[in-house]
């Protein structure tokens, strides 16, 4: 049978397991990418053999630029629904929109939120907790952008604990401090390690799959930021066992992605 | 279907990082280029930040080179401005002779100028040999690689260690200058980035390259794997690209 590393050598689409990248992105940068555009993303996925990414606008600036951007990802999700899923990305207003209306924008079509701090906004901050109680009661991915800062680690403990039922996912894991990486992704229950990294340091997938188990990692890309590919390459040839690879790929993200309910489906609080 | 054949121009093993006791070994480099079915490495001391003896380095990666035939040396060359090194003839001879491919400049590291008063002679003799030279983007900026693609154009200069971000920058680089060639190795991650420089500089100056040992090497493969170009081209960067240059040294 060939095996994965097999098939990426080749360069031939991934089959045999559900591939699902759950980090994203379209829109432009300030550096040169030669195709910011969901449809690249498409084509992409159609030689790597990823059946669906979860994908937000690239960063936005202001109020306007976000709803702007939140727009967009939901078009893409239109345009090829079933190959790409949305996250919400909340602008941090001030005050706070109302619980209700957290809801209504995400129920527009979203599965999850992305949030970023490089605007200088904590995690915990109060504009953000609609979004997160909402998000909380559809028992969504959250995916955090993470730099292995100990403020971060601080607040995704925080926010594991005040919510229960939501996936966070920390993006970049690896970027620093991958011995905190590991604690929290051991510690709580409902925190997963994301892959997504330009320079992976060789051996750290197999190292995170060891230290914290291959049910708490999950692959995401960064596309069109960085290369799908490049970074598929580095969960092909992780030494490991196939059946970790195939969750790390994809199960776990199937699993995260399968929770989400309707808010007003019953659920079962803290169910993992 | 022909799996794509592989050259590796930027990988390494022998060094010791900063707080590490050990590195990786040629054998390590080996194994993982059997794993991956990589044919050939061009190999220097790496990790480097804590080589200072050049030439002790070089002759130990010139004994790892004749126990590993598929790994091909790219020493350490520094000018020889010091009166302290044997002169840059015969270091590049003895890179030669030892079956060198390229040699690698640390200019910073290694306390020497890019200057022209400073480094010409170094320079004349590598445009001479026809002698690919390793550039990392950490020892030496674009605009220094600029300079001397346009001062030295009989030098091959091989830019490895390139970030993702670069392209505006590495695009007219290449186009202007048919002398320098970019691995894609780490941190070369471009989203359609390799499609991009086929399209628009050709097939003929990209290089492989993976990046071990820092870099997971799979990264790289895949990044040249999965990439929308027509097979020649992914066969040209593969190896057939490094190879010419590796013919045109004047041994």
Same mark, same amino acid.
């Given at each position: 049978?060939?095996?994965?590393?097999?098939?990426?050598? *080749?360069?031939?689409?991934?089959?045999?397991?559900?591939?699902?990248?759950m980090h994203?992105?379209?829109?432009?940068?300030?550096?040169?990418?030669? &195709?910011?555009?969901?449809?690249?993303? =498409?084509? $992409?996925?159609? !030689?790597?053999?990823?059946?669906?990414?979860v994908?937000t606008? +690239?960063?936005?600036?202001?109020?306007?630029?976000?709803?702007?951007?939140?727009?967009? /990802?939901?078009?893409?999700?239109?345009?090829?629904?079933? #190959?790409?899923?949305?996250y919400? #990305?909340?602008?941090?207003?001030?005050?706070? $929109?109302?619980?209700?209306?957290?809801?209504? !924008?995400?129920?527009?079509?979203?599965?999850g939120l992305k949030l970023h701090n490089v605007?200088?906004?904590p995690y915990t901050?109060?504009?953000?907790?609609?979004?997160l109680?909402?998000?909380?009661?559809?028992?969504?991915p959250v995916l955090f952008h993470s730099w292995g800062q100990e403020e971060e680690f601080k607040q995704f403990r925080a926010l594991s604990e005040?919510y229960?039922?939501l996936s966070l996912l920390l993006a970049h894991t690896g970027s620093n401090n991958v011995t905190e990486y590991e604690r929290i992704g051991r510690e709580c229950g409902n925190v997963y390690l994301e892959l997504a990294l330009?320079?992976t340091?060789?051996?750290l997938v197999?190292r995170l799959v060891?230290n914290v188990g291959?049910d708490k990692v999950v692959w995401g890309?960064d596309?069109?930021?960085?290369?799908?590919?490049?970074?598929?390459?580095?969960?092909?040839?992780?030494? +490991?066992?196939?059946?970790?690879?195939?969750?790390v790929?994809?199960?776990n993200a #199937?699993?995260i992605?399968?929770?989400?309910?309707? %808010?007003?489906?019953?659920?079962?609080?803290?169910?993992? | 279907?022909?799996?794509?054949?592989?050259?590796? =121009?930027?990988?390494?093993?022998?060094? $010791?990082?900063?707080?590490?006791?050990?590195?990786?070994?040629?054998? &390590?480099?080996?194994?993982?280029?059997?794993?991956?079915?990589?044919?050939?490495?061009? /190999?220097?001391?790496?990790? &480097?930040?804590?080589?200072?003896?050049?030439?002790?380095?070089?002759?130990?990666?010139?004994?790892?080179?004749? %126990?590993?035939?598929? +790994?091909?040396?790219?020493?350490?060359?520094?000018?020889?401005?010091?009166? &302290?090194?044997?002169? =840059?003839?015969?270091?590049?001879?003895?890179?030669?002779?030892?079956?060198?491919?390229?040699?690698?400049?640390?200019?910073? *590291?290694?306390?020497?100028?890019?200057?022209?008063?400073?480094?010409?002679?170094?320079?004349?003799?590598?445009?001479?040999?026809?002698?690919?030279?390793?550039?990392?983007?950490?020892?030496?900026?674009?605009?220094? /690689?600029?300079?001397?693609?346009?001062?030295?154009?009989?030098?091959?200069? +091989?830019?490895?260690? =390139?970030?993702?971000?670069?392209? !505006?920058?590495?695009?007219?680089?290449?186009?202007?200058?048919?002398? /320098?060639?970019?691995?894609?190795?780490?941190?070369?991650?471009?989203?359609?980035?390799?499609?991009?420089?086929?399209?628009?500089?050709?097939?003929? !100056?990209?290089?492989?390259?993976?990046?071990?040992?820092?870099?997971?090497?799979?990264?790289? $493969?895949?990044?040249?794997?999965?990439?929308?170009?027509?097979?020649?081209?992914?066969?040209?960067?593969?190896?057939?690209?490094?190879?010419?240059?590796?013919?045109?040294? #004047?041994?």
């Open positions: 049978m060939t095996t994965l590393l097999e098939l990426g050598r *080749q360069g031939k689409p991934i089959t045999g397991i559900e591939v699902i990248d994203s992105h379209i829109g432009r940068a300030a550096f040169t990418i030669p &195709d910011t555009t969901a449809e690249g993303i =498409v084509e $992409v996925m159609a !030689r790597t053999g990823v059946a669906v990414t994908t606008a +690239m960063l936005p600036m202001s109020e306007a630029e976000y709803d702007a951007a939140n727009a967009r /990802v939901l078009e893409a999700t239109h345009t090829h629904a079933g #190959r790409i899923l949305g919400y #990305r909340p602008f941090p207003a001030s005050p706070a $929109v109302s619980l209700e209306e957290a809801g209504r !924008r995400i129920d527009a079509g979203f599965v605007n200088g906004f901050h109060p504009s953000y907790t609609p979004y109680e909402a998000a909380n009661a559809r028992r969504m005040q229960p039922d330009s320079r340091p060789r051996g197999a060891e291959a890309s596309i069109c930021f960085i290369s799908q590919a490049h970074q598929l390459g580095k969960v092909l040839g992780a030494r +490991m066992p196939e059946e970790d690879r195939a969750a790929l994809g199960g #199937r699993r992605l399968d929770r989400v309910v309707a %808010a007003e489906e019953p659920k079962q609080k803290g169910d993992f | 279907m022909m799996s794509t054949r592989l050259f590796d =121009v930027q990988a390494g093993f022998g060094g $010791v990082a900063s707080g590490a006791s050990a590195g990786v070994s040629a054998d &390590d480099l080996s194994e993982e280029m059997a794993r991956l079915d990589i044919a050939r490495a061009l /190999v220097r001391t790496c990790p &480097d930040e804590l080589l200072k003896d050049v030439f002790s380095a070089n002759a130990a990666l010139y004994e790892a080179c004749r %126990a590993h035939p598929d +790994m091909v040396p790219c020493p350490i060359v520094i000018p020889d401005t010091g009166y &302290d090194a044997p002169s =840059v003839w015969d270091q590049v001879s003895l890179a030669i002779a030892q079956g060198a491919g390229a040699v690698a400049l640390r200019p910073e *590291q290694d306390c020497w100028s890019l200057a022209d008063w400073a480094s010409v002679s170094l320079f004349e003799v590598l445009e001479e040999r026809r002698m690919p030279t390793y550039c990392d983007a950490r020892s030496l900026t674009l605009d220094q /690689v600029g300079h001397l693609a346009e001062r030295y154009p009989g030098v091959p200069l +091989m830019l490895a260690g =390139v970030a993702y971000r670069e392209d !505006r920058t590495m695009l007219p680089l290449l186009a202007t200058f048919h002398n /320098v060639y970019l691995s894609i190795g780490s941190n070369y991650t471009v989203h359609k980035g390799i499609q991009q420089f086929v399209e628009k500089v050709g097939a003929g !100056r990209l290089l492989f390259g993976t990046g071990f040992p820092d870099a997971e090497p799979m990264m790289a $493969v895949a990044l040249l794997m999965y990439a929308d170009i027509p097979e020649d081209a992914r066969q040209h960067i593969g190896s057939d690209n490094f190879e010419r240059l590796l013919g045109g040294i #004047r041994r």
